[in-house]
Antibody, heavy 118, light 107 residues
């Protein structure tokens, strides 16, 4: 079955960088687009970024554009989120999610917590 | 950016009652409206896509309707496991947005 496992979260100071990973299994990773979605403590869901199956096309929410970079390594079945110039408002649980072009985000990881604090 | 507004923020109901959740878009999203359920400490789960199509394994008591800018998620008879937060989501021009969520709580 499909498994998505995020890693790389932790506590980081404002202005520093962090890279999240999402290891995928149970489906043909190279055939599907992938998303990052975040959820601040006690808040709702916020879409962060999307990368198409081949990796050439990427899209970002305005709140992270220019600071975050989504990428993937289809040979390793792994999705990444490089987060630079982190701010306190980036504190959240970050989920990776598989995109079904017709049906939305059909599988989600369990999330990894990023805390930006001095 | 298309803004989704969900109402009410909280719905207090008893098991067996009918739940009606609303999602309004700031401009037409055609039928590209998706609903997710999230329970505390868990990742969201896909419920309904393209306004009215149930995802795999979703019980028939969940149904979706609407078009354009106004959408509804209906739970015909609440089961104990249905008390959760529900989010609507749209996709348009390679940007995705979520509503702020409706919490369905036990009365």
């Amino acid at each position: 079955q499909v498994h998505l496992v995020e890693s790389g979260g932790g506590v980081v100071q404002p202005g520093r960088s962090l890279r999240l990973s999402c290891a995928a299994s149970g489906f043909t990773f190279s055939s599907y687009g992938m998303h990052w979605v975040r959820q601040a403590p006690g808040e709702g869901l916020e879409w962060v970024a999307f990368i198409r199956y081949g990796g050439s096309d990427k899209y970002y929410a305005d709140s992270v554009k220019g600071r975050f970079t989504i990428s993937r390594d289809n040979s390793k079945n792994t999705l990444y989120l490089q987060m630079n110039s982190l701010k306190a408002e980036d504190t959240a649980v970050y989920y990776c999610a598989k995109d079904d072009p017709r049906a939305g985000y059909d599988y989600w990881g369990q999330g990894t917590l990023v805390t930006v604090s001095s | 950016e298309i803004v989704l507004t969900q109402s009410p923020a909280t719905l207090s109901l008893s098991p067996g009652e009918r739940a009606t959740l609303s999602c309004r878009a700031s401009q037409s999203v055609s039928n590209y409206l998706t609903w997710y359920q999230q329970k505390p400490g868990q990742a969201p789960r896909l419920l309904i896509y393209d306004t009215s199509n149930r995802a795999t394994g979703i019980p028939a008591r969940f149904s979706g309707s609407g078009s354009g800018t106004d959408f509804t998620l209906t739970i015909s008879s609440l089961e104990p496991e249905d008390f959760a937060v529900y989010y609507c989501q749209q996709r348009s021009n390679w940007l995705w947005t979520f509503g702020q969520g409706t919490k369905v709580e036990i009365k």
